[in-house]
């Protein structure tokens, strides 16, 4: 049995006909940028996190440079986030001069140890980017106080997490602004490209949409350096198609940890260790994470056998070569150092079928009795 990481075929199929509708409607419209469809899914997504505004940009690693922008971010500002994370939480900050300041991670969540930020508070520090990793929210009423007490900026990076809860609150209303990637694997993914902002700012946002429009306001009047950084209307109606479908996908991707953690534990004891889902969270499972002590071993050992899985992150960002400027080494983080070498993420999407979750499960077993 071959068992991919991610299969977006039948999701396609079933939406198929409704997609290739969505899609021809732009067309005969002839209106590619910021039309109707954008518009429509700025006002769903915004309405689904709570909150007054969408932005749609290009990408999910605009959201978060043109975020940091409309904030007032920039040269020698300082910007606590965590290391394990994908690389455009990080890039944005420097793209802008600004310094990243690092903090270690919860061992359990994956995410930024809320208990350690305050620590490496200082005078230049502007704001916190918590990033709700592999579709877990970070713990917001911590990060919340602790930048209200400081007067910091908090941009969650949700490229992984939308439709999670912390508390009964949608990440999307637990920061000034809200990241989201639309990139075609999240659970929310486009066919190309895509990304979005939202907040309940009004300032923010009226900002937000000048700088997405290479800071014009009106046409051909440039005020402040803005970039290009829309989505179009063909991202924007498939996204409209699939939107509707988010929530759903989101139980099932829930129903099918469930599995996974009943097989894991069950089968395998403290060989691996399986993700939880903390108090007053509701994680979407973007990624389903283990960890183990024999990593590589165990990648290839089911590759041998058909089953893909992924490592989400192999080396932290504050020991990639990029960044040596900020002057971080191996040890400085020992929680997300020990991460990155022992999570590996198995296949995981709504279609998924549990006799899979069994052969994966088998080969997990397999491995450590072999």
């Not at 704001?127 to 009423?141: K, N």
Request: glycine residues 6%.
């Amino acid at each position: 049995m071959n068992v991919p990481m991610l299969d977006l075929t039948e999701q396609y199929q079933t939406l198929k006909e409704e997609i290739f509708t969505a899609m021809d409607d732009v067309m005969s419209s002839s209106r590619f940028i910021l039309g109707d469809n954008v518009k429509k899914l700025e006002a769903d997504v915004a309405n689904y996190s709570n909150v007054k505004h969408g932005i749609g940009v290009a990408s999910g690693s605009d959201a978060l440079l043109l975020s940091l922008h409309a904030a007032g971010i920039g040269e020698n500002d300082e910007v606590i986030t965590t290391a394990f994370t994908f690389f455009a939480t990080v890039g944005a900050i420097a793209r802008l001069k600004a310094k990243p300041v690092f903090v270690d991670i919860d061992p359990i969540s994956y995410n930024i140890d809320a208990n350690k930020i305050e620590e490496v508070i200082t005078s230049k520090t502007k704001a916190i980017i918590p990033v709700h990793l592999y579709g877990q929210a970070a713990e917001m009423d911590k990060i919340r106080a602790i930048a209200d007490k400081h007067n910091l900026v908090v941009i969650e990076d949700a490229a992984q997490a939308i439709g999670a809860t912390y508390d009964g609150k949608k990440v999307g209303e637990l920061g000034d602004t809200t990241c989201y990637s639309f990139f075609p694997t999240k659970n929310l993914g486009a066919y190309g490209d895509g990304g979005m902002i939202v907040t309940n700012s009004d300032d923010l946002a009226e900002k937000l949409r000048v700088l997405r429009v290479h800071g014009s306001k009106p046409k051909y009047y440039h005020h402040v350096l803005g970039y290009n950084s829309r989505l179009d209307e063909l991202q924007a109606a498939v996204l409209n198609v699939k939107f509707k479908h988010l929530d759903s996908w989101s139980l099932k991707r829930r129903e099918k940890a469930s599995v996974y953690t009943e097989l894991l534990q069950n089968e395998l004891g403290d060989n691996v260790i399986t993700p939880k889902e903390l108090e007053k969270r509701y994680h979407v499972f973007h990624q389903y994470t283990i960890r183990t002590n024999n990593r590589s071993e165990l990648q290839t050992f089911l590759q041998e056998h058909g089953v893909a899985s992924m490592v989400y992150y192999p080396k932290p960002l504050h020991v990639q070569p990029v960044f040596t400027e900020y002057g971080y080494k191996e040890g400085d983080l020992p929680e997300t150092d020990k991460a990155a070498n022992e999570v590996i993420s198995l296949p995981m999407f709504p279609e998924l079928k549990e006799d899979q979750q069994i052969y994966v499960v088998e080969k997990i077993k397999q491995f450590y009795t072999k």
